[in-house]
């Protein structure tokens, strides 16, 4: 129960809440003793509580030592401040701050000691403690022991002198320095769940700097797990890795390829499927400073050495191009053989050409004898035509004239006179051609004969009247024309007959042929040739360049009608014409042959 009490002054408590009061009072307080002029009293709590309230203050200086005789006073419960401080005659203080216990210290500052090895525990895991201030130090007791397990510790503003904690680094709970112990200038570093000792990545102190990875171009990097992890070296197909400890070195070798080099010529090694490959005929033999190889297939071959370079083979040397082989901003030198040497080369064939230093000129052979070139040389004597053309003693007038078989000195029957005589129209007209005369016959007035500008013209006179034949030929009566012939053949140009059999040959017959394969031809300059063709789908073309047909290399210099396959090819070659042409089927390279103008 409790005490009843008047809040109002003046209103006067009755005898049965009196009596309540004390009965409560009894109940709570047993003993309370007062000597009267003495410094002491002994106050003897039992029951609840005992609440002092209306900021009254219990002084520690003007109680007895103990509160009551027992040498182990406690509390029956808890003790509530209820916002008052219990201080000392020392000037300490006990207050209640919302739920954190202060000590105040005063002149001496605040000194907690135990008078036994358990130490003194400062907070749990509730709260936090806070030590000092700017204005006070906190003092612990040289030898004790102090454990703030589950504590926060805040030294805000406070100096630490002669602390040592007691803990390794190894016991934090994140670091691991047994498993590899640390060496003199390594470091802690984190490798992702723990900190574990380390050389310094700075560079100062401790070993060398080592890579965290190794980056290959095109390949995954390789990333070191942990400071025990070991890179390693595999030695792939035709290589050999091996390790010197006494020279901190790693020697990679290659163990060759597919065949093993001897002698002075080493063989060119070459990657062969992932592998070192060689082959015995590529070779490079580094005494001669000479590179052996049977196929070169190459863009530019560029000779950059001093002297003379020199490309030598066993055999024949092949250029072979699609459209020609040039030679440029060089001359182009033929060898040279005297008339002896010459004659002693094995087996030439047609097409081969040499410089003769015995006279002195460009030869060819051809239809299997060696020839000089045309032009080539000082001149031709009148000795060498008559050679060549199997006659001699030419008179004055003669021209060449095909005979059938070969070219001879003939008398010109193409109109070429000395002299020409007409009789105007006396009737009777005679012209001179060299030994040959032609002579008109008739009446006066009645035919007439005219010769001008190496033309011959005969004309019936218009009061003819009394002809009646020529030549025994009877001339019919009425009105109308005379056409007048004569006995000289037409045409008499050499003319090939060309035929394709089939499609790797043209055949020529005529003007020195007889059914020849792709015939080698021999023209003049300044005669006219015919070739009638008969060659459907061959068209027959002629041009400057060997081998297949070639649109760039056509040559029409005066040559009517070509690329024809039916019909005639007149050329008439100039005198400019090139030593040496070509005819060539224009969809066919093997139905193809040469023409030599001389």
């Known amino acids: 129960m409790a005490i009843t009490k008047r809040l109002v002054k003046g209103s006067a408590l009755t005898h049965t809440e009196l009596d309540s009061n004390f009965t409560d009072l009894d109940g709570r307080v047993t003993t309370l003793e007062s000597t009267p002029g003495s410094d002491s009293q002994t106050l003897t709590l039992a029951g609840d509580d005992l609440t002092i309230t209306g900021g009254n203050t219990v002084s520690l200086s003007t109680l007895s030592t103990e509160v009551v005789d027992d040498t182990s006073p406690q509390l029956g419960g808890n003790l509530d401040l209820n916002g008052n401080q219990i201080t000392g005659s020392g000037g300490s203080v006990i207050k209640e701050e919302l739920n954190a216990l202060s000590l105040v210290g005063g002149s001496n500052g605040i000194v907690m000691r135990t008078t036994t090895d358990a130490g003194i525990t400062i907070g749990d895991q509730a709260g936090n403690v806070v030590l000092g201030n700017s204005a006070n130090s906190v003092e612990f ?57 380390a050389n310094d990545s700075s560079g100062s102190g401790g070993a060398p700097l080592a890579f965290v990875g190794i980056s290959v171009a095109g390949q995954t990097q390789v990333l070191a797990d ?19 400890s006494s020279t901190d070195k790693i020697i990679f070798a290659s163990t060759g390829g597919g065949g093993t080099p001897g002698g002075s010529d080493t063989q060119v090694q070459y990657n062969n499927s992932g ?65 002896t040497t010459r004659n002693a080369i094995a087996s030439p064939v047609n097409g081969d050409m040499i410089y003769n230093t015995t006279t002195n000129q460009l030869e060819s052979y051809e239809n299997s004898s060696w020839v000089a070139t045309a032009g080539s040389g000082s001149s031709y004597s009148d000795s060498d035509v008559d050679t060549h053309l199997n006659t001699s003693s030419a008179t004055s007038g003669q021209v060449l004239s095909w005979n059938g078989s070969d070219y001879a000195w003939a008398a010109d029957a193409t109109g070429g006179a000395t002299s020409i005589n007409t009789a105007g129209n006396t009737g009777t007209g005679s012209v001179t051609f060299a030994s040959e005369t032609l002579t008109v016959t008739g009446a006066t007035g009645q035919i007439n004969v005219d010769a001008a500008g190496f033309a011959l013209s005969l004309s019936l006179d218009a009061d003819l009247t009394s002809l009646t034949t020529i030549n025994t030929h009877t ?112 969809y066919h390279s093997a139905m193809a042959g040469t023409i030599n103008i001389v």
């Open 141 to 197: 007791v040289n030898g004790v022991a102090v454990d703030f397990t589950n504590t926060n510790i805040d030294f805000t503003s406070a100096t630490i002198t002669g602390l040592s904690i007691v803990q390794g680094i190894d016991d934090l709970s994140d670091v691991d320095t047994s498993t590899t112990p640390p060496g003199v200038g390594q470091v802690l570093k984190w490798d992702g769940a723990q900190w574990e000792p």
């Open 275 to 339: 592998a070192f490959g060689a082959e015995a005929d590529f070779t490079y033999n580094a005494s001669t400073n000479t590179l052996t190889v049977v196929n070169l297939v190459a863009t530019n071959i560029t000779a950059t050495g001093s002297g003379t370079q020199t490309i030598s083979a066993g055999a024949n040397i092949e250029l072979d191009a699609t459209n020609r082989v040039l030679v440029t901003d060089t001359p182009f030198r033929l060898a040279s053989f005297t008339t």
């Open 226 to 244: 942990g400071n025990a992890d070991t890179l390693q070296f595999e030695a792939g197909s035709g290589m050999t890795i091996t390790t010197d």
């Open 475 to 586: 001339i019919p009566s009425g009105t109308g024309t005379l056409a007048l012939t004569s006995d000289i053949p037409a045409d008499n140009t050499p003319t090939f007959a060309v035929t394709a059999p089939d499609s790797g040959r043209y055949q020529f017959d005529g003007a020195g042929t007889d059914s020849d394969d792709n015939a080698t031809l021999y023209l003049y300059r300044g005669f006219t040739y015919k070739f009638a063709v008969n060659s459907s789908g061959h068209p027959f073309h002629i041009q400057t360049s060997s081998g297949a047909y070639n649109a760039s290399n056509l040559y029409t210099d005066n040559v009517t009608n070509p690329g024809t396959q039916s019909g005639t090819i007149t050329w008439t070659v100039q005198m400019d014409a090139p030593s040496t042409l070509y005819y060539v089927c224009q």
